[in-house]
Nanobody, 116 residues
Framework: QVQIVESGGGLVQAGGSLKLSCAAS????????MSWYRQAPGKQRELVAS???????NYAASVKGRFTISRDNAKNTVYLQMNSLKPEDTAVFYC??????????WGQGTQVTVSS
């Protein structure tokens, strides 16, 4: 059974930092593209950052230079380091796993709230 579990969300002041973690099981993690999405109230879910199985990364323009996505294949975990947080970063952050062979899996989400 596939499980995608996010952690690390919380409340932080503007300018602060948070590090999200996403632990995956039930998939061949090293062969999976991993991504972080977010959804703010009243808005559509949007891609924040992604990392391929080979380690190539991609970022939304709004977070480039502030967020860093990384992965640890030994721990089946992907991370999102978020620095210089802004109130507009407030959202539920979701982890997504796409194994190259098949499937598209989501976690339950973790709330990030940035106060001004």
């Amino acid at each position: 059974q596939v499980q995608i579990v996010e952690s690390g969300g919380g409340l932080v002041q503007a300018g602060g930092s948070l590090k999200l973690s996403c632990a995956a099981s039930g998939i061949t993690f090293r062969l999976s593209a991993m991504s972080w999405y977010r959804q703010a109230p009243g808005k559509q879910r949007e891609l924040v950052a992604s990392i391929s199985s080979g380690g190539s990364t991609n970022y939304a323009a709004s977070v480039k230079g502030r967020f860093t996505i990384s992965r640890d294949n030994a721990k089946n975990t992907v991370y999102l380091q978020m620095n210089s947080l802004k109130p507009e970063d407030t959202a539920v952050f979701y982890c997504n796993a796409k194994p190259y062979y098949s499937g598209n899996y989501w976690g339950q989400g973790t709330q990030v709230t940035v106060s001004s």
